[in-house]
């Protein structure tokens, strides 16, 4: 039986590793209760003792379907790990790189991983060694590229498409533009205000974002403030934005202006009461009329 964590993929990559190697039986859920994680490198485990040589583990007793085989040197990946499907169609394999990079005084491996579904289309790839992750469609389509730092720190580049050719969403550092399907430009998001809290081990973060309609003209304008960065409608790459407005959390801070309307939204969270207060204001000349202000029970998301 093997225990694993993953090499060189991230705390996300690590968890896609784990779900694509497990299955619904025992033997598995022993490993999702028990894996071990050694200084962020992955190791092996056989049974209680780091793998070593050539190992092959299976979903059944009789031991004729493979579940993971391949190489280890005391519990460290030496050649092609592969994970297989109850089918026996490959599901996965793991290649770490010879070479390897310093990062904050330790050693990391490059690796190459690969994921696949159990009709033998490549759903994602991921290359350490280059700084590419790609995601695939089942009709073979590419989804999404990601570049980033070979040490993992910092993303460069992030384009995600409607289908082929058609881009959806392009993020750089601190800037996040979303199109719709005839490639017109419907929203620029801005990330600001980055500050860590040791205590709570949130980062918060500031948002500004431009919207504009049919005819590229700005329609609506806004700002947030939040610290919920693992709400499931966001899109989990470095830095994260939210997928669309309706995504953002109303618990701290949110202010969205419609140029067309003139009306200005306000959502404030009432720490002492658990609620959320809403704001409405019309806009007069150079200022904001308040028109209405409400406080309703806590809302979470929009």
Not at 23 to 40: G, L, P, R
Not at 111 to 125: I, W
Not at 252 to 261: P, V, Y
């Amino acid at each position: 039986m093997f225990i694993f964590t993953s090499v060189c993929l991230s705390s996300q990559q690590r968890g896609l590793l784990q779900s694509a190697i497990g299955d619904a039986n025992s033997k598995v859920t022993d490993i999702d209760k028990n894996y071990i994680t050694v200084m962020d490198e992955v190791i092996y485990y056989c049974g209680e003792n780091p793998c070593e040589g050539l190992q092959t583990d299976y979903y059944d007793k009789e031991k004729s379907k493979i579940r993971i085989t391949g190489e280890f040197k005391n519990g460290m990946p030496v050649g092609v790990i592969k994970g297989y499907y109850k089918s026996g169609a490959l599901k996965f394999s793991y290649l770490p790189y010879r070479s390897s990079y310093k990062y904050h005084g330790r050693k990391y491996k490059y690796c190459l991983y690969m994921e696949y579904d159990e009709q033998g289309n490549c759903t994602r790839s991921t290359d350490d060694k280059n700084g590419v992750e790609k995601k695939f469609g089942k009709d073979g389509f590419l989804i999404s590229v990601l570049n980033y730092n070979r040490k993992r720190s910092s993303l460069k580049h992030y384009t995600e498409y409607f289908s082929e050719k058609k881009k959806k969403t392009i993020i750089t550092k601190g800037n996040k533009y979303d199109y719709d399907e005839d490639g017109r430009l419907r929203r620029h998001w801005v990330r600001k205000s980055e500050k860590y809290n040791k205590k709570y081990s949130t980062m918060s973060a500031t948002f500004y974002f431009v919207e504009y309609d049919m005819s590229d003209n700005i329609s609506a304008t806004g700002r947030f403030y939040t610290n919920l960065y693992e709400h499931d409608q966001w899109l989990h790459v470095a830095p994260e934005f939210p997928l669309s407005l309706d995504a953002v959390p109303l618990q701290d801070f949110k202010e969205t202006i419609n140029h067309q309307t003139g009306m200005k939204n306000v959502f404030k969270w009432d720490y002492a009461n658990n609620k959320t207060i809403i704001i409405t204001y019309k806009r007069q000349g150079d200022m904001w009329l308040e028109i209405e202000r409400k406080s309703v029970p806590r809302i979470v998301t929009n």
